[in-house]
């Protein structure tokens, strides 16, 4: 018989405590609370605590964190703001996270759309379930500035913010420069660029530098050879499949792309216009996901340490926790461009 019957309401069951728990399984509260919060060890019998399970089980019992956290004046709910969580560079992100908050912390995920700036007015909704702190990965000075100093907050990969914010930043910028290096080594004299639409901070330094170090390597891109699409593998390919004419009459023989998912995007079309990679178009990416490198042909990508980066956020969000000043307040994570088959063989012959 659930709750729900057993009060004769089926709409607005009620309440399970840990004393009804207590009750129902014949020992304290106090031992249904070490139970509940995995604290039974060396403290509570073998025979109690399966009592406790089958009573939790039975009653549908579970534990009032966010009531919990209120009496006690103090939350353990930490919130990471992230776009498109499915995308594994987040997922390393969370583990980094975790690594240094889980044991203390909730850690609770409030997704934005793919690769779009948090909002404030999104984010304000969720300061009602009265976090410890936030993680916000890309948000603008506007939010920044409406949020920040309501509550502790670190930013993830936010180039070019206040320095007054405690933020984890990649070094994105020579990313781009690196992959505009391996281009002119390998020989390319013009290029593409496959951009994001997006208003982040983070994609549009990937772009301005690309395009700055072309102009300093000597390689030219056209502005009818930079395009934009959304994060998504499906859209890339279509943009690129609608661009690739124009690019081949202006000679393009490589092309940089805003993510890999821009880069997964590109192979799916070129593979179906029966474009040869690397020999007719080198290609690289940003964010070296799990599967650039065993996709076929595997895929140039400029590393970011994602899991570093979620580790430092979580560890100067802890000191924000703890009344302290993150040291220092902002750092800056390098990135490195990892070589594959996607743009080894240079410009074809």
Request: aromatic content about 4%.
């Amino acid at each position: 018989m659930t709750i729900a019957e057993k009060t004769g309401n089926s709409r607005e069951p009620r309440r399970v405590t840990a004393a009804m728990v207590a009750a129902h399984a014949g020992v304290s509260t106090a031992t249904v609370s070490l139970v509940a919060n995995g604290k039974s060890s060396g403290r509570v019998s073998a025979k109690n605590e399966q009592r406790v399970r089958e009573a939790i089980r039975e009653l549908g019992y579970f534990v009032d964190s966010i009531g919990s956290s209120l009496a006690k004046g103090v939350s353990s709910v930490v919130i990471l703001v992230a776009p498109d969580i499915s995308n594994p560079f987040f997922a390393k992100v969370i583990a980094g996270v975790r690594s240094v908050l889980a044991n203390d912390y909730q850690l609770m995920l409030s997704v934005t759309d793919s690769g779009v700036s948090p909002s404030a007015s999104e984010t304000r909704k969720i300061l009602g379930l009265r976090p410890a702190g936030l993680l916000v990965h890309a948000p603008s000075q506007e939010f920044l500035d409406e949020i920040g100093g309501h509550i502790p907050m670190v930013a993830l990969d936010a180039p070019g913010i206040d320095a007054k914010f405690p933020a984890v930043n990649m070094d994105v910028a020579q990313g781009a420069r690196d992959v505009v290096a391996h281009f002119a080594a390998q020989g390319h004299t013009k290029a593409a660029y496959l951009d994001a639409i997006t208003g982040t901070e983070t994609l549009a330094v990937r772009r301005e530098a690309f395009l700055q170090a072309a102009k300093d390597y000597g390689i030219e891109v056209l502005p009818q050879c930079v395009a934009s699409s959304m994060i998504d593998v499906t859209a890339a390919s279509e943009t690129f499949s609608e661009q690739w004419q124009i690019w081949k009459e202006n000679g393009v023989s490589a092309v940089g792309c805003a993510t890999d998912n821009h880069a997964f995007g590109v192979l799916h079309a070129a593979r179906a216009l029966g474009i040869r990679i690397p020999e007719q178009l080198a290609v690289a990416g940003f964010d070296d996901l799990p599967y650039s490198a065993t996709s076929n042909p595997s895929i140039t990508s400029v590393q970011l340490n994602a899991h570093e980066g979620g580790k430092l956020a979580a560890l100067k969000l802890r000191a924000l926790l703890e009344g302290k000043d993150p040291e220092p307040l902002q750092s800056m994570l390098p990135s490195s461009l990892i070589v594959r088959d996607s743009t080894k063989n240079g410009v074809d012959d």
